[in-house]
């Protein structure tokens, strides 16, 4: 079957030697329809997030169920299901509590389900999207309304939950409150448009790219910085929402959103907090990236903090749906993300697309 395949040293191979394992009595098979391109997937081809080889790719997609194991009563063949990437056990203290991110068996459980060339190959994220079909436990199978195309569908497995759930489920950020987001790509995108659902006062978007101004705003955002073009967006920031004068750089803003994956806008961004501020670390850097800030000043006296947020600290079972009801209610943009739609034999056009900056999310059909 059809499938794209990271091979090692930097390189994917778009192939029909891919093929998939029946599912166990837990599991079931998804017919992939479409799938988004997300940062991670690059970041597994450049090294930045460290992947044994072959690995079939692709983390964020939606399909229909194809077959299901004799154990599986959650799902019936037909069903249009977003793929979660997490494969929780629905049984520790984590899944009882509604936090399946923090579910231990939900994170490095890589199989190989599948064979490249006759060989045993690894899934990705317990996913695997890139491939014309895929084996993912039954839990992962989210169902939605049928009415939602499989081409905006498929972004809420990743990009859309990413953004969406830091702000509404890791930050819950309040009506009136104030917030950066870094980056504009396809998760920061999201969390622009969490940030206006949830009422917030100022929504400030910074990247690299002046193309990405004009959908920031359509997005949601109030403000836009290009960090090319200023010294520091932390002080940008500043500039917008003074804070009046004092010890400790007053203004700023209440929350940041670090959603590039390098290190130094972390950084940055916490130095654009206001007091009593937090700054959310989405992007995914290498594992070795370290932050460096003087304790004292950056946080004790000032109340300001820095928490991670692993997949939109996602519910997935009540989150996907609920983002398909407000798509449909007219109050999420999903289309709008998808910027073009590519056959997954011109995955390297995505790519170049993706770097030159010309998408909100390439999405690929199989
Ligand atoms: N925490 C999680 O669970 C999770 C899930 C999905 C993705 N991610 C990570 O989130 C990050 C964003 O993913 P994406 O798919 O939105 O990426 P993307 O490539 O679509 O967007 C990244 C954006 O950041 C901008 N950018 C790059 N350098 C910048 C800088 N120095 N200052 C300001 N803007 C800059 C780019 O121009 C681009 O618009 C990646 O690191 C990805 O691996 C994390
Ligand atoms: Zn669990
Ligand atoms: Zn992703």
New binding site residues.
């Given amino acids: 079957m059809r499938g794209i395949v990271f091979v090692g040293d930097g390189k994917a191979v778009v192939t029909d030697d891919l093929e998939v394992r029946a599912p166990k009595p837990h599991e079931v098979v998804v017919r992939m329809v479409n799938a988004g391109v997300?940062?991670?997937d690059?970041?597994v081809l450049d090294g930045?997030?460290a992947f044994p080889t072959p690995c079939a790719m692709g983390h964020e997609g939606a399909g229909v169920i194809e077959e299901v194991g004799s154990a599986v009563k959650s799902v019936v063949i037909g069903d249009h299901v977003v793929i979660s990437t997490l494969a929780n056990c629905g049984r520790c203290s984590a899944c009882a509590r509604g936090i399946p991110t923090r579910c231990r068996s939900s994170i490095g459980n890589m199989s190989r389900p599948f064979t490249y060339l006759g060989d045993p190959c690894f899934n990705f994220a317990a996913s695997s999207c890139f491939s014309e079909r895929t084996v993912i436990d039954a839990i992962q199978a989210v169902k939605i309304d049928s009415s939602v195309p499989f081409t905006s569908a498929c972004l809420i497995g990743?990009?859309v939950i990413?953004?969406m759930g830091?702000v509404l489920n890791r930050a819950k950020v309040a009506p009136g409150e104030t917030a950066a987001v870094?980056?504009?790509?396809?998760?920061?995108?999201n969390a622009i448009q969490a940030l206006r659902l949830s009422g917030a006062a100022r929504i400030i978007a910074?990247?690299?790219?002046a193309s990405?101004e004009s959908l920031a705003k359509q997005f949601g955002a109030t403000d836009f910085i290009n960090?090319a073009e200023v010294d520091s967006?932390s002080a940008a920031i500043r500039d917008l929402l003074p804070g009046g004068s004092g010890m400790y750089n007053p203004g700023g803003v209440d929350w940041v959103f670090e959603?590039?994956?390098?290190p130094?806008?972390l950084h940055d961004a916490i130095d654009a907090l206001e007091w009593g501020g937090t700054a959310v670390?989405?992007?995914?850097?290498a594992a070795t990236a370290m932050l460096e800030k003087p304790i004292f000043t950056s946080f004790v006296y000032i109340d300001k903090g820095v928490i991670?947020?692993?997949?939109?600290t996602a519910r997935p079972h009540h989150d996907f749906p609920k983002i398909a009801d407000w798509y449909l209610q007219g109050k999420v943009m999903l289309d709008e993300l998808v910027s073009a739609v590519y056959p997954h034999s011109e995955f390297d056009t995505v790519l170049a697309d993706?770097h030159d900056?010309k998408?909100?999310?390439g999405v690929l059909a199989f």
């Fill in positions: 997300c940062h991670s690059l970041s930045t997030i990743c990009g990413t953004g830091a870094f980056g504009v790509g396809g998760v920061g995108l910074v990247d690299t790219l990405k960090a967006a959603c590039t994956g390098v130094k806008v670390a989405v992007g995914v850097p991670g947020c692993r997949y939109g993706m900056g998408l909100a999310r």
